[in-house]
């Protein structure tokens, strides 16, 4: 009992917890991990101990190596969680150590040659046949070293001494044999494991099964007399029997047999490809039906009509009997939906239209032109998605929550593809945008009863008139001319109030955001909508994985809600704008792994200060609506090159992040009174 509960004990602290628990094959495969490095270990440990004692020192060199080898294995398999790399590192430690000690024990008549066979054996049992056959190959070329290399006086002497051959003789075989059963009876532990997953997994797909032949005999009376599709379907794909009236008034009527694809093909051909391609997996022995069915598409279509599409398996005890296919007219449904959402991003939106109007124009504006620059079809992939992500994140913060939902919906299939937007889609961004502009429109029309709107021109033509009376004048043109300006301090005060709403969806309502502005004014100007429509992913960032959970904080001693501070500064050569946080830091080392899968240069601070800003690198593990596909900081930093900015990044593990942007104040032009300077020069 003690020693099953050590090897349970092992199992929790060496193999990650995705692995545990996943499919059976991948957690039978990470205990194999961790019970062969554990046989190396122990009888690497033994053979040392022996070495040492009688000197045999290139020997014993080559047992350390494979103690140390399976101790590395395992943390590295502890971080990666890849089971394939371990089993293949694990053959590696064995021959590389097996090499040392066969130099010392008699090269190509030493009785240690026999344990080269545990490389290919490991090899095999974790990571697969043809990885196996590689390895077989290496002891062959092992061991024809060793006989091109026997009898040359540079190989290392014998290091066994006399009286202990025949005893060494005895040790070799038997802790090979030892080493072997240890090997076989882990590989049988961990085959027993999966199998009982396996098993407790088709119980409860029987079970769920006989309840849905139970649920579809009393539901089918009901079915009968609903304005419901209802086809019978058998395994192959045929349409069978009889169907409601419905599937020949949305759908027509279908041939005899005919496959359901291919009825379905008359509407929609990538609907009815995908159906084709899904239901090849509703006879496999390897994905239970339930899954395989939910793969299946679930929408369709027709006209101005969508359908829904539901799929319920019929089983009898032989397997699948037939698939009733029941076809659902959603149509009013998804437009009563989307009438309610368009009514509340249209209360959001005047809601914050009547706080910071300025604010909601200068999202418009930016978002129209992302959406003409993707409309022109002339920019990378990388480009492309970039725009798209900081599209969505800013249609957030406004409240389009629908086009930002919709918009994170592209973005899933544009990385599942690894490509940028067609023509389709960025004709669908178009479409979907102008709608939006179009509802918006009467609101962005109104006036306000306190503001007076002038024109442009006439406010330029006012300012050019007053320079001309004197110094008087001067004065009275530069405060005209402010009027058309933006206070810093109120974009970042909204910026900070949009930021709360985020950090209540995050379950982070303790977040203090903090502005700090000096009386900075900023004149009109697209590249800086372009830089404070995209630094709003660096302000998600901080707040999503920046700051910890409010237990991570308590844990660490800091205050539960956590700080995010956006400061504004200017001196006479540089506007300086800073996101800082007091959160946990960046994880520099998980930046790195990143930047070698990625084949991106890792050496240095600044390597990985450059690998952080390239799109695709996240740390995150997984993607969600706010943050996590690493698209985010590269948006900013292109926005801040354009204006010939500078970003430094500074950061401190468990004391926070803060990211600086630096730009010369005459290509800031912030100050209604900016100075006269010369060529200046930003920090390094």
């Known amino acids: 009992m003690e020693v099953k509960n050590g090897l349970e004990w092992l199992m929790r602290r060496y193999v990650p917890p995705e692995i545990r628990e996943g499919a059976p094959d991948t957690a039978r495969q990470g205990q194999l991990v961790v019970y062969f490095a554990l ?159 396996i098993s407790a997994a088709s119980d409860a797909a029987a079970a769920a099964r006989d309840a849905a032949r139970a649920a579809h005999a009393a539901a089918r009376m009901v079915l009968d007399n609903v304005d419901q599709g209802l086809l019978m379907v058998n395994p192959e794909g045929l349409i069978e029997g009889e169907r409601s009236a419905a599937v020949t008034q949305w759908l027509g009527e279908p041939r005899r047999d005919e496959p359901i694809w291919s009825f379905l093909a008359r509407h929609d051909p990538r609907v009815a490809d995908w159906l084709e391609i899904g239901w090849e997996d509703l006879d496999s022995d390897w994905m239970p039906l339930e899954l395989a069915l939910d793969q299946l598409p679930s929408q369709l279509v027709v006209g101005d009509q969508h359908l829904q599409l539901e799929y319920r398996p019929l089983v009898s005890p032989e397997g699948l009997e037939h698939v009733l296919l029941v076809i659902s007219d959603v149509t009013a449904q998804l437009a009563a939906e989307r009438a309610d959402e368009a009514q509340r991003e249209m209360m959001a939106m005047f809601t914050r239209y009547l706080k910071d109007p300025k604010g909601v124009e200068d999202f418009l504006c930016e978002s129209t032109r992302l959406v003409e620059e993707l409309l022109r079809g002339q920019a990378t992939s990388a480009q492309e998605k970039r725009w798209v992500h900081t599209l969505k994140g800013n249609s957030a913060l406004f409240g389009l929550k629908g086009f930002a939902a919709w918009l994170h919906e592209l973005e899933d299939t544009l990385e599942e593809e690894h490509r940028g937007c067609s023509a389709q889609e960025r004709a669908a961004i178009g479409e979907r945008w102008q709608e939006l502009r179009g509802r918006l429109s009467p609101m962005l029309q109104g006036q306000r009863a306190d503001v007076v709107t002038v024109e442009r021109a006439s406010l330029d033509d006012l300012v050019r008139r007053a320079e001309e009376i004197g110094p008087q004048g001067r004065e009275l043109a530069r405060t005209a001319r402010r009027w058309g300006w933006d206070r810093l301090q109120n974009r970042l005060e909204l910026l900070a109030e949009r930021s709360k709403g985020l950090a209540l969806r995050l379950d982070k309502p303790d977040v203090v955001i903090r502005v700090e502005a000096d009386d900075i004014w900023q004149p009109p100007n697209p590249g800086w909508s372009a830089f404070w429509g995209a630094v709003v992913h660096v302000v998600r960032n901080a707040l999503d994985h920046g700051l910890e959970s409010p237990e991570e904080r308590r844990q660490a001693g800091k205050p539960g809600g956590g700080l995010v501070t ?57 993607v969600s609506d706010v943050s996590g596909r690493g698209v985010g900081v590269g948006a900013v930093c292109e926005a801040c090159e354009a204006l010939g900015g500078q970003i430094q990044i500074h950061s401190v593990s468990g004391s926070g992040t803060s990211f600086r942007f630096f730009f010369p104040v005459q290509v800031a032009s912030f100050t209604a009174e900016t100075p006269t300077v010369g060529d200046a020069s930003l920090p390094h």
């Open 39 to 197: 046989v190396i270990f122990v009888a690497a440990f033994s053979y040392t101990t022996v070495y040492l004692v009688l000197g045999m020192w290139l020997t014993m060199f080559g047992a350390a190596l494979a103690i140390f080898g399976s101790m590395a294995t395992l943390w590295r398999f502890r971080r990666t969680g890849r089971a394939a790399a371990a089993g293949q590192a694990l053959a590696g430690t064995c021959l590389v150590a097996l090499t040392f000690v066969i130099l010392g024990t008699g090269g190509l008549y030493s009785s240690a040659l026999a344990w080269c066979l545990l490389a290919p054996v490991i090899a095999t049992m974790i990571a697969g046949r043809h990885v196996g056959l590689r390895w077989v190959l290496a002891p062959i070329v092992l061991f024809a070293v060793m006989w091109a290399c026997h009898g040359q006086p540079w190989m290392p002497a014998v290091e066994t001494p006399d009286f202990f051959i025949n005893t060494y003789l005895f040790l070799v075989p038997t802790g090979l044999m030892l080493a072997l059963f240890a090997i076989a009876w882990s590989y049988e532990v961990a085959r027993d494991d999966a199998l009982g997953r």
């Open 566 to 622: 956006l400061r504004a500064t200017q001196d006479a050569e540089v506007f300086t704008f800073e996101v800082q946080d007091d959160g946990r830091g960046i994880d520099w080392d998980a930046v790195a792994t990143r930047a070698r899968e990625m084949g991106l240069p890792s050496a240095t601070r600044a390597d990985l200060v450059d690998a952080l800003m390239h799109d695709g690198l996240s740390t995150q593990n997984e």
